[in-house]
């Protein structure tokens, strides 16, 4: 235990210095989950405070796109202002799952905000015919003057009207003389009057979206990558569960079923993601098959990929059965993984840092909470412990539909009897405590 609380305290210290040096989104991104788990298990707002530097920041640079929603690939410069005008699928999911979270932990208006346009811009411009999504989109002519993400003021109070679009165009830094070549990116960087969310644009924001679409010279990728739509699938039964929107978690459980009819070979990054994303779904809608199907497939994972992604996921996912089943073998392949993870970190890149997350769950007591209903929706008590911020603690549901099927992937589950009242188990590393009834 003392080996592995000291490589937690490595990881914190090594996920700052990798946001200090690593000006780049993705480079700084990895951090974020990593920084906000610290500050939960470890008390020390330090942790927070550089997390939620980096959220603010990023809300308001141009690297996030003010007018259509998500989030470009990187900047061109350390103030986060010149977007590289490429928006991906993978990106804008891990952005929306980050800033889902971060909501959970601060309440924040503008993470929330962040979370729904990164995954509303994902289901209106790249979903694709199969129920996939696709890879991204991008600006064909990024250096030329008709760079559809760019405007002018002219622009804008033409299509807003002269006082609406100068207050627009004052609001987002759209200057005469430009922010990013022949035009502006719209951004809040220097906007003192707002501090997160700008208050009455919504509409306007909406009229450049809809004149920049008309526009052209924006091109979709329209490959379907599989690991990035599991990713996807995870932020949006995050969100749908966090949020309490439906319409996301009907949105997942769509994507759910396009990936299961996709035929191609998976890797490993494929399969960890689809196995993190089912375990996202598992605690949107606990339906046991969902939990069977994440403990099929992880069973079948490495736990040294190569992929950055691959092993960060993979940690995350031991990590989360080991808690929700008990089972004693996600406790060793956790821990191979997370030797990997720790022993040669230096030949891993930031997009692995997150799965430390699972190092700093290692390192604490993990909780679970059984909930035993004789009806089969899921009971609001119990839908509102899930959306509180809890990485420790994991939700269990068993109703009658669900009894068998629980049973197999949590043999615990079933020495608890259903009843006429909702009861609520604890359990405190392996220890089932008194129920409580609601």
């Not at 951090?31 to 939620?52: D, I, Q, S, V």
Request: aromatic residues 8%; hydrophobic residues 45%.
């Amino acid at each position: 235990m003392d080996e592995i609380l000291s490589w937690g305290e490595r990881a914190l210290e090594g996920a700052a210095r990798v946001r200090e040096k690593n000006h780049e989104l993705r480079g700084r991104a990895g951090t974020l989950l990593l920084l906000l788990r610290g500050a939960y298990f470890t008390g020390e707002n330090k942790w927070r405070a550089l997390a939620e530097e980096d959220l603010r920041a990023l809300w308001r640079s141009g690297a996030h796109d003010h007018i259509g929603g998500g989030f470009f690939s990187g900047s061109r410069d350390r103030e986060w202002l010149r977007p590289v005008f490429e928006k991906r699928l993978d990106d804008n999911a891990v952005l929306a799952y980050f800033y889902t979270e971060a909501w959970q932990s601060g309440r924040m208006a503008f993470y929330r905000a962040a979370a729904e346009e990164a995954l509303d811009f994902c289901l209106r411009e790249l979903a694709a015919p199969s129920g996939l999504c696709c890879a991204g989109q991008y600006a064909a002519h990024p250096e030329a003057e008709d760079n559809p993400y760019l405007f002018t003021p002219a622009q804008v109070c033409g299509l807003l009207g002269e006082e609406a679009g100068r207050h627009f165009a004052e609001c987002y830094d759209v200057t005469a003389e430009g922010n990013c070549g022949a035009g502006s990116i719209p951004n809040l960087i220097l906007n003192q009057r707002w501090s997160f969310v700008p208050e009455g644009y919504d509409d306007f924001r909406e009229i450049l979206r809809l004149a920049r679409e008309e526009r052209g010279g924006i091109v979709t990728d329209t490959r379907t990558p599989l690991a990035a739509n599991a990713l996807l699938l995870a932020a949006l039964a995050r969100a749908g569960r966090v949020f309490e929107e439906r319409r996301y978690l009907a949105a997942a459980e769509e994507l759910c079923a396009a990936l299961a009819a996709a035929e191609r070979l998976a890797g490993p990054e494929e399969r960890a993601a689809r196995t993190f994303a089912r375990l996202e779904l598992y605690a949107a809608d606990f339906d046991p098959a969902q939990l069977a199907a994440a403990a099929q497939e992880a069973a079948a994972l490495p736990t040294a990929p190569k992929n950055d992604r691959a092993l960060a996921l993979a940690a995350l996912c031991f990590d989360a059965l080991l808690s929700l089943t008990g089972d004693g073998r996600w406790r060793t392949r956790r821990g191979e993984t997370l030797r990997e993870l720790c022993l040669h970190a230096d030949r891993h890149g930031p997009e692995s840092v997150s799965g430390l997350c699972a190092l700093l769950s290692a390192a604490h007591t993990s909780r679970r909470v059984l909930c035993v209903s004789p009806t089969e929706e899921i009971p609001p008590a119990l839908a509102a412990l899930g959306a509180r911020y809890a990485p420790d603690l994991r939700l269990l549901l068993k109703t009658p539909a669900r009894t068998e099927a629980l049973a197999a992937s949590v043999p615990d589950s079933a020495s608890f009897e259903i009843g006429n009242n909702i009861l609520f188990y604890p359990c405190f590393d392996g220890i089932w405590g008194s129920p409580t009834g609601f």
